[in-house]
């Protein structure tokens, strides 16, 4: 069993900056890819940036140059800084984890249950 927890959600004025994280908790798994995706009311939910176990980054156009992810390993974590927020980048962030599990052959992805960021004009 694989746990995501995210946390650093909140209200920001737009301009401001705002620091998510993401840790994943069990026992007896290995993480290859992690990312984050963003679900605003009434649409789907998006990509917003995606790291590899290699440590390549892949971000969404609306994104670039102002949000910044990472991870640390060896904690099993992922970090999404957040700059020059924009009111439309206001919506319910999920961590997202291509697990592997270290006791079988089996493989698949873990959600966390999001956190709300909401950035005022």
């Known amino acids: 069993q694989v746990q995501l927890v995210e946390s650093g959600g909140g209200l920001v004025q737009a301009g401001g900056s705002l620091r998510l994280a993401c840790v994943a908790s069990?026992?007896?798994?290995?993480?290859?890819?992690m990312a984050w995706y963003r679900q605003a009311p009434g649409k789907q939910r998006d990509l917003v940036a995606a790291?590899?176990?290699?440590?390549?980054?892949n971000y969404a156009e609306s994104v670039k140059g102002r949000f910044t992810i990472s991870t640390d390993n060896a904690k099993n974590s992922v970090y999404l800084q957040m700059d020059n927020l924009k009111p439309d980048d206001s919506a319910v962030y999920f961590c997202n984890a291509h697990v592997r599990s270290k006791v079988r052959p089996t493989e698949w992805i873990q959600w966390g249950q999001g956190t709300q960021v909401t950035v005022s004009s």
């Open positions: 069990g026992s007896m798994f290995a993480i290859n890819n």
């Open positions: 790291i590899t176990d290699g440590g390549s980054t």
